[in-house]
């Protein structure tokens, strides 16, 4: 190609420009190219702007994968994202908190102008939401009230584009994840067509992001209690204690451990006194509310680093991370005294109140591995049992008891 010749669209035109002036009918030509000009400069910043666009969702994509399967980590950059992508005052996020939920609630931020909104999990507004399966502005959000009265609870939470998170799967159809909600642009903009077309892109990529979190959350939880399951504690206990080990290896290296308590995991074992008691008098459906009140109470006394599961039947078992013998035997304690105090309606007049029995071991100074550990904590647990029940036994006590 010669050093003169054009090679760009600006640069054509610009050429036929010159061309066309002096000659007859050029004032026609020159308008019909200035409106080529217009339309070929706006495709090319149509072009560029779906470029950004695409580079944006690639970019949320790696994000949004990058945070596995904690839901809690997706909702929260998701929640950053819609603040800075599109300029909004506030935005939140909706979906149950546990699978089974018969609710949809804020998940995120924990404090929002949308903390009182929440929505029946299979109730009208998400048959209509499944319908329409694209983002709705405010305006149409009101319009649909006239139809569907529960969506007014979006408008007293000042959204002005509500986006739901459906799920496509090839067996079970679709499904509502959630939805996002985006309050007003800051400086009151308007959300433009190109606004809506990139959420409800985004939207269907999170809603799969949720729906796999979901499962694996699905995975790890008991059903009834909603505490860990047995296979999520057996991992977990395994990996606190070769945490542990490490900075024992540390300080027998002569190496300073980061802190005192790093090289101690303290396992609780508990079972509740009794429980046949419940299940043959007052029948399973009692017995199962027994269950799920002291799941609930174990898991309000302890850390978000501790780990509550149900070991099996109606024996739980708590990990405690970093936690020497002295301060779980103080966590086990108060952990007796708050289910000992669970009101139970059984609706017979009896008097009958919950109590537990529990079993304390710490590593390493109880045992040198997993097996040991829970061994000894077991031991624990069935010499509080045989000492008469609603105690706290240590395995360091233990050994030799019944």
Excluded at 199 to 218: C, K, P, T, V
Excluded at 233 to 253: G, M, P, T
Excluded at 268 to 282: A, E, L, P, S
């Amino acid at each position: 190609m010669d050093e003169g010749t054009p090679t760009g669209t600006a640069e054509m035109l610009d050429l036929l420009r010159k061309s066309v002036k002096n000659v007859k009918g050029g004032d026609e030509a020159l308008k019909w190219l200035a409106e080529r000009e217009s339309r070929t400069t706006a495709l090319e910043q149509k072009l560029k702007k779906q470029q950004i666009d695409f580079s944006t969702v690639i970019e949320i994509a790696n994000q949004v994968n990058s945070k596995g399967l904690d839901l809690k980590r997706i909702e929260g950059y998701v929640i950053s994202m819609l603040r800075g992508q599109f300029g909004v005052l506030h935005a939140f996020v909706m979906r149950q908190s546990l699978p089974d939920d018969a609710v949809m609630e804020v998940t995120a931020p924990p404090r929002t102008s949308g903390d009182a909104i929440a929505f029946a999990s299979d109730g009208p507004i998400s048959a209509s939401l499944l319908e329409i399966g694209r983002p709705l502005l405010r305006g149409e959000i009101e319009e649909l009230t006239a139809r569907v009265p529960e969506f007014k609870v979006f408008l007293a939470g000042k959204t002005e584009l509500l986006v739901p998170l459906i799920h496509s799967g090839a067996r079970e159809g679709k499904s509502l994840k959630g939805v996002m909600c985006l309050g007003g642009k800051i400086g009151g903009a308007k959300f433009a067509d190109a606004d809506r077309d990139l959420l409800s892109l985004l939207g269907d990529m999170i809603a799969i992001s949720l729906h796999n979190a979901q499962l694996y959350h699905r995975s790890i939880i008991d059903g009834l209690t909603k505490v860990y399951s047995r296979g999520h504690f057996d991992v977990h206990l395994f990996q606190e204690i070769s945490r542990a080990r490490r900075f024992l290896q540390r300080e027998e290296n002569r190496l300073k451990p980061d802190s005192e308590t790093n090289k101690f995991v303290s396992l609780v074992m508990v079972d509740i006194d009794h429980f046949k008691k419940f299940n043959d008098t007052y029948g399973h459906q009692t017995g199962d509310k027994v269950l799920k009140s002291v799941a609930y109470a174990l898991h309000q006394c302890v850390r978000t680093m501790d780990v509550v599961a149900r070991y099996g039947g109606e024996e739980f078992a708590l990990i405690f991370p970093e936690t020497r013998k002295s301060d779980a035997l103080n966590i086990a304690e108060r952990l007796r005294s708050s289910v000992e105090k669970i009101p139970i309606d059984q609706e017979t007049g009896d008097s009958s109140k919950i109590t537990i029995s529990l079993g304390v071991a710490t590593f390493p100074g109880d045992a040198e591995d997993m097996r040991g550990l829970i061994s000894s904590a077991d031991k624990a647990l069935y010499r509080a049992k045989g000492s008469g029940r609603n105690r706290v036994c240590d395995a360091a006590l233990a050994e030799g008891g019944t």
